[in-house]
């Protein structure tokens, strides 16, 4: 089925195929490169569900990036050395609620999306290799400690969260990976990585034939296997409102944020564009807080606002270095605050929207980009052009709405970086 857009005059193919898995076919003859991505729903916050006509199971904290490494591991050598013998770059990575597996090159593109399809459904796993790939992710753990700006990050989440699994480590900690089993992987394998439960997304410069080819050839269809995924129990109040860690930094950094209220998905995925505007408006370069905070030195180049979404979550954040992160803090506050008591000004939301707007319709000129929006939108059940329309339509109204309901000073948290506590 062609999807197309008359605003970006492009289209792409949606293709449900035998064995189940959802091709999302996005040619740009204008590029060099092509770039494949296949995506499984499964994150860290995964770690309790129930298959089927099974017993509920539990895993430790931190299998799904787990998996994400032994996937690139076969019974005929490591996935990497395949990649680099025919010139194609790979990698992958582990979110909050999903694993991507991707590669990019300007050639042998039919034999790197095989290798790419062997890799993700040809799990092979031994306690060896399992407990060497414990050493391995404790290494990259240790890592994450010292680097304060991942530790900002979740401190913030663990003051804006009370039991919600986002709260903990994408990679576990020392402790928890040292419980996962190869048995563990092939049952969160088995579990999650059922090619209904997939997306492959392929954007740049290939042949729509050739990956249909390679399907065919390697997958046959599969039933399609139920996993219920535990309820997640998360009051709306926050755990704490201030959360400092001293680490040697030259400078203090710290992340602030405004916990939302959960509508799930796909309504946490369309507020997170009303949020995205609303940031801008409150703290966005255009803004006169913006102005104010760096004409006083209380912030760099380096400070940027988020929206992060979720299936159970969504939070929007503010983020950067000062000498002052507390008085950032209020003046963020008093600006919300003035914002919710005056109105946002009409001028101020309709630059902002046209910021984002931008900006989404931008991310569709970089092959990397357009695979990872195909496939965010189609697990948020979303089609990436409904998204560009619906950021087009957002009214004043609803972002005035979304403004007082969901940036409340009594949820919202400071998480500070710096060598001395203020």
Known sequence: MEIRSSKLNESYEKIIHKSGLTLLLYPKKQFRTAYAMITARIGSIDNSFTIENEKRMVVPDGVAHFLEHKLFESEDGDSFEKYSKLGASANAYTTFDRTAYYFSCTENFKESLRVLIMQVTHPYFTEETVLKEQGIIGQEIRMYEDDPSWRVYFNLLNGLFNTHPIRKDIAGTKESIIEITAQTLYDCHRAFYNLNNMVLTVTGNFEISDVLSVCDELLSPKMALRTERDSIEESEEIAKPFVFESFPVSSPIFHMGFKGIDKGFPQNFFNSAIGEIICE????????????????????????????????????????????????????????????????????????????????????????????????????????????????????NEAQSFLRENFDESRCTLSVVAKDEF
């Open 281 to 396: 408006c409150i703290a966005g370069e255009g803004s006169s807080l913006y102005r104010e905070l760096y004409d006083l030195s209380l912030i760099n180049t380096e400070f940027d606002t988020e929206v992060m979404a979720g299936p159970s979550y969504i939070a929007a954040m503010f983020a950067g270095e000062s000498k002052n992160p507390k008085l950032v803090a209020q003046k963020i506050k008093n600006e919300v605050e003035r914002l919710k008591n005056e109105g946002i000004d009409r001028d101020s939301f309709v630059r902002a929207k046209k910021c984002c707007y931008g900006r989404y319709v931008d991310s569709f000129t970089s092959c990397e980009s357009t695979a990872f929006n195909l496939a965010q939108c189609h697990f948020a059940q979303e089609e990436p052009y409904s998204v560009l329309k619906r950021l087009a339509n957002i009214t004043l």
